[in-house]
């Protein structure tokens, strides 16, 4: 279990550093300076585990608790401010641990929302939120309207796997399976919309 | 009392489906696709309960601990999605049942800022926000400027409403009437304010 | 000791004060009603500090503790909406007061997250939080980029009079003397990036 303890921690930071990227990303495409990046970055981040620690009342909130989410959100602004070109070629690599790492911030966050005795649908909802709100605040801030709103079927696909997650918790609890499986479902649904172009439908 | 209750948490039901509805709705207008729709709904309607919550410290907030507050927004989701045309023409019904829904948010919101022993101009202030801050941060999602900053006195019926039970409560305590005859000047105030255009000055 | 405790209070709110004018200001900017100016206003006064609790889990939040802050907050309105061309002649007394409350601020904010157990890093960040945070969310409501992510080294300033404090409290705890030299080290770097045009590189 240690071994599989530490996997999850190393994909969480690496989860982390990636988003700190794509925070830092946009922010260079707004102009902003060093200073507004790092926040981007950290909002990106951190901002969906954050608001959701906040509504469930987890406080302080989980990053301020391990310097190294920080030390990794730093590391991620400077190497995006002096290597961004290496960086805009490494798309492919990005997008694969973004999407690990919504995964596994999807199943965590459901996790930590059911250990403080909270519904199972409210565990759901706040494992999506741990995975897309950081986008969406980083999106206000940037005054933009939130990209997920809009595209992909991004929210919808964390939603499923935390569903599976806790079905199959319910029908045969094996917590280390079911969350590679929930994560893998986030993963497979994510990468088949992007592929097939899959949006949900609008309003009329 | 228990009949009262059952009463208050009726209406508190169907407020919540009401502002879920206007968020669906502006989701539409912005063709954001049905999860766009989803949170804003939710934002809409448990948005300013939320954040009351969240400043004076009763986490998990408010709508985590029923299901049925969820369960009235995915419906009001939904019957946005499949019957928006009928939505549109109970415009009328809609707006009777938002102000009433907005008195009482207001008392509610304000009665448990009181119970946290907090100071009643806090409490009428927490009031006022558990009323309108949902809308507010519907619009900020939306990328618009709050419409609440610029129309109507929407808010300042809510202040009035909450003053008023404040008072009468300290004059003579009878919880139900006393918010009965708050939210009743709340309901007064914006009904008189949208027929009359009253509006509130601007600094020039 | 309480000599200079009174002292630390007294600007403190003098510069909530300050805040409060310079969000009634932009409300007056955007043509918000009087009702919007005064959320602009408590927003810009007091939601720094306001992130700050809710992140550490210090709730109920500050500002609700002490109803000398709210009162300050509404006489700022008050004051910007009968006497705003008076105000606009006191741009440099404005200023002088807004610098000192953005370093006090730090200051304090940092040791209300010490004070909690965090660790030094967080509380320098939290620090800065509390200081420049109000000015984002006044953007953010206004529908405006934040000013901060693109121009001045103002939050910059207030890292490094806190990271100033952290050290020589570490080095010879003298809390009084450190604190205003901390303080000191804010308002010389802001006044100086302000005079010399100092700015932040940008990502490109």
């Given at each position: 279990m240690s071994v599989i303890a530490s996997w999850i921690y190393l994909i969480d930071i690496v989860g982390t550093f990636v988003f700190a990227i794509s925070g830092a990303l946009a922010?260079?495409?707004?102009?902003?300076?060093?200073?507004?990046?790092?926040?981007?970055a950290l909002v990106t981040a951190v901002g969906g585990g954050t608001l959701r620690d906040v509504l469930i009342g987890s406080t302080p909130v989980g990053w301020m608790k391990d310097l190294n989410y920080l030390a990794v959100i730093v590391a991620a602004v400077l190497i995006s401010f002096f290597f961004k070109h290496h960086i805009l070629k490494l798309r492919r690599t990005m997008f694969l641990f973004d999407t690990i790492g919504i995964g596994l911030f999807t199943i965590l966050g459901l996790q930590k929302t059911l250990a403080l005795g909270?519904?199972?649908?409210?565990?759901i909802l706040m494992g999506a939120v741990s995975a897309v709100f950081g986008g969406?605040?980083?999106?206000?801030?940037?005054?933009?309207?939130?990209?997920?709103?809009?595209?992909?079927?991004?929210?919808?696909?964390?939603?499923?796997?935390?569903?599976?997650?806790?079905?199959?918790?319910?029908?045969?609890?094996?917590?280390?399976i079911n969350m590679l499986a929930g994560i893998a479902v986030v993963i497979t649904i994510r990468a088949l919309a992007v592929r097939r172009h899959w949006s949900l439908p609008v309003i009329r």
């Amino acid at each position: 279990m240690s071994v599989i303890a530490s996997w999850i921690y190393l994909i969480d930071i690496v989860g982390t550093f990636v988003f700190a990227i794509s925070g830092a990303l946009a922010a260079s495409e707004k102009r902003f300076d060093i200073f507004g990046a790092g926040i981007l970055a950290l909002v990106t981040a951190v901002g969906g585990g954050t608001l959701r620690d906040v509504l469930i009342g987890s406080t302080p909130v989980g990053w301020m608790k391990d310097l190294n989410y920080l030390a990794v959100i730093v590391a991620a602004v400077l190497i995006s401010f002096f290597f961004k070109h290496h960086i805009l070629k490494l798309r492919r690599t990005m997008f694969l641990f973004d999407t690990i790492g919504i995964g596994l911030f999807t199943i965590l966050g459901l996790q930590k929302t059911l250990a403080l005795g909270l519904s199972p649908v409210i565990a759901i909802l706040m494992g999506a939120v741990s995975a897309v709100f950081g986008g969406v605040l980083r999106d206000v801030l940037s005054n933009e309207v939130p990209l997920i709103f809009r595209k992909e079927i991004y929210a919808t696909a964390c939603l499923a796997g935390g569903l599976f997650f806790v079905l199959f918790q319910w029908i045969w609890p094996a917590p280390v399976i079911n969350m590679l499986a929930g994560i893998a479902v986030v993963i497979t649904i994510r990468a088949l919309a992007v592929r097939r172009h899959w949006s949900l439908p609008v309003i009329r």
